[in-house]
């Protein structure tokens, strides 16, 4: 399966974004589906994923309430709505996906074998 992300772009403090997610060659069904973003000069961060059996979402501790993700199976499009943006959520945003994963495991880079290219969010003060 390969995933397009899209839909970052230049906001203001307090603005909104939501990023798209598309899934072709296959669909989202059965996967365990993910947003990481990476900043410069840091490390791939988890923001939150979204498992297929039993549909639970865990996200990072500091960005609930403010993100979420969800899902459009009918298009094959996972969505991340992002609220109340700030300055440090400014990152390169990467949605990812795994046919196989466990709970411990989600918020590894490792564990996710499809990525997408990524979509640069920046949020200015």
């Known amino acids: 399966v390969q995933l397009q992300a899209s839909g970052g772009g230049l906001v203001q403090a307090g603005g909104s974004l939501r990023l798209s997610c598309v899934a072709s060659?296959?669909?989202?069904?059965?996967?365990?589906v993910a947003w990481f973003r990476q900043a410069p000069g840091k490390e791939r961060e988890f923001v939150v994923a979204n498992r297929w059996n039993g549909g639970t979402t865990t996200y990072a501790d500091s960005l609930k309430g403010r993100f979420t993700i969800s899902r459009d199976i009918t298009s094959n499009t996972v969505y991340l709505q992002m609220n109340n943006l700030k300055p440090e959520d400014t990152a390169v945003y990467h949605c990812?996906?795994?046919?196989?994963?466990?709970?411990?495991?989600?918020?590894?880079?490792?564990?996710?074998?499809?990525w997408g290219q990524g979509t640069l969010v920046t949020v200015s003060s």
């Open positions: 990812a996906a795994s046919s196989r994963i466990i709970l411990s495991s989600l918020r590894q880079p490792a564990s996710y074998a499809y």
């Open positions: 060659g296959g669909t989202f069904r059965g996967y365990t």
